[in-house]
């Protein structure tokens, strides 16, 4: 698939006292932990959307929070490696289109391109690879030749879907950590069919579907039918990234069992570690429920850009908040991001201002320390208000501070 447009991202000057290495919170071993190699290419994957309904503050902040890692690795002269996919087919994108009379298809279509134009009006870098789940199915049928029986069996009884043995992975349940009742309790609510008569494990997953009547199917060796959600994002990063890249994202609803699973899909299938640290973006929620599609009470980004609204304060509406936590979207918090707009531009907009040397180097040190954008914020602020408060005479301050805000924040001033 296409991704969208990749914006330019500017360079900052190096420092003379090198970079801290980015640090990220690794839900598995639930500590910082450095990400990405010395030199080189860093890998990245982040979990794509299900394109049934736009883009909205929630999947903005996942996609806002790992650009925010890429930057921080490239300022520091790294290469990224970002792949991210589509989830274009599966149930809640089938039921969305079955319960609107639209062909799935134009649905999964339309949305993605929503999202696109949303990613671009955000000022977010696109993955090289942006691999919708469709396209994915000959790389799934590979990563299922690679299964054993012991690790990956069919139902005996109709329809005989096949499922992964996830206790075939001896180390299954490190990624998110839970406890076995938890994690059906969990599974049951997220897509998983701990109930399903015939698996060896109630936590067993999904991973070739038997095709149903009038739902879309594809051949394979495996009957024909379509892939369940977990192998397609193993197969994907697999395939793109190879074994053990630097970091698996997406938001925190996804650590189980998204991401416990197709960890567990891809170790056993290849031997080798998915990802050297899983990160996870909170849970953006209004009026104190989690945003969500399935809910409906969303705030949708296309929505406010219709209405006027400068997608740089929303981006900078979601900066207010650390990537980590959970937070409820309010119409206080896009006031305040335009104010904090409307001041940079003040300030950069001065023909000399106070040196920048400072605001950079705790911009990104705020940066590599668990990407802490609200700190990074508020040093701008502090630089910005400073330079509108006195005669600053250093000329090259306000292009400075300009480049600075975008190349490691995504705000174009
Ligand atoms: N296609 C799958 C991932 S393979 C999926 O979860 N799609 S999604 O459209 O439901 O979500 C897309 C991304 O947005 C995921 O990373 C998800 O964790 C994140 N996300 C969804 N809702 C929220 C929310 N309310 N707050 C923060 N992130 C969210
Ligand atoms: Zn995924």
């Keep these: 698939m296409q991704a969208w447009h990749a914006p330019q991202v500017p360079s900052l000057p190096r420092p003379d006292s090198g970079f801290n290495p980015v640090r990220v919170h690794d839900t598995a071993s639930g500590e910082l932990k450095v990400v990405g190699p010395e030199s080189g290419t860093a890998r990245l994957y982040v979990c794509g959307i299900t394109p049934y309904d736009a883009t909205h503050m929630g999947h903005a902040n996942t996609y806002v929070s790992f650009d925010l890692l890429l930057r921080?690795?490239?300022?520091?002269g790294l290469d990224v490696h970002y792949v991210q996919n589509v989830t274009d087919i599966d149930d809640p994108l089938l039921e969305r289109a079955n319960a609107t009379g639209v062909d799935w298809v134009a649905l999964a279509e339309d949305q993605t391109e929503l999202f696109r134009t949303d990613m671009r009006?955000?000022?977010?870098?696109p993955p090289q690879n942006y691999i919708g789940a469709v396209e994915s199915i000959p790389l799934v049928v590979d990563?299922?030749?690679k299964f054993g029986s012991d690790s990956v069996y069919q139902l005996a009884e109709e329809p005989r879907d096949w499922y992964f043995a996830v206790h075939s992975d001896p180390d299954?349940?490190?990624?998110?950590g839970l406890d076995e009742e938890t994690a059906l309790k969990i599974f049951a609510e997220r897509g998983g069919d701990p109930e399903r008569a015939g698996k060896r494990h109630p936590l067993d997953c999904l991973v070739w579907q038997l095709e149903r009547d009038g739902e879309p199917a594809w051949d394979s060796p495996f009957g024909r039918g379509r892939p369940g959600w977990h192998i397609e994002c193993a197969a994907i990063a697999e395939h793109f990234l190879g074994s053990t890249f630097d970091v698996q994202g997406g938001g925190s609803d996804l650590a189980f069992p998204h991401h416990e699973m197709s960890s567990s899909e891809a170790v056993v299938a290849?031997?080798?570690?998915?990802?050297e640290a899983f990160v996870h973006a909170g849970m953006v929620g209004l009026d104190g429920e989690k945003m969500s599609k399935s809910k409906g009470n969303l705030v949708l980004v296309s929505k406010l850009?219709?209405?006027?609204?400068?997608?740089?304060?929303i981006r900078l509406a979601l900066l207010a908040n650390h990537y980590r936590s959970d937070w409820s979207w309010t119409d206080a918090l896009l006031v305040e991001a335009e104010q904090r707009l409307d001041a940079w531009r003040q300030a950069t907009g001065l023909s000399a201002a106070l040196p920048a040397d400072d605001v950079i180097a705790e911009v990104r040190t705020a940066m590599a320390d668990d990407l802490d954008a609200p700190r990074a914020l508020s040093a701008i602020d502090t630089w910005a208000a400073a330079s509108?408060?006195?005669?600053?005479?250093d000329t090259d301050a306000p292009a400075l501070v300009t480049a600075l805000a975008d190349a490691l924040l995504g705000v174009r001033v």
């Design 72 to 76: 921080a690795w490239r300022d520091q």
């Design 121 to 125: 009006a955000l000022n977010v870098v």
């Design 143 to 145: 990563l299922l030749h």
């Design 172 to 176: 299954f349940g490190q990624v998110a």
């Design 270 to 275: 290849t031997g080798e570690p998915f990802a």
């Design 305 to 313: 850009r219709a209405a006027g609204t400068d997608p740089m304060a």
């Design 388 to 393: 509108l408060a006195v005669d600053g005479d």
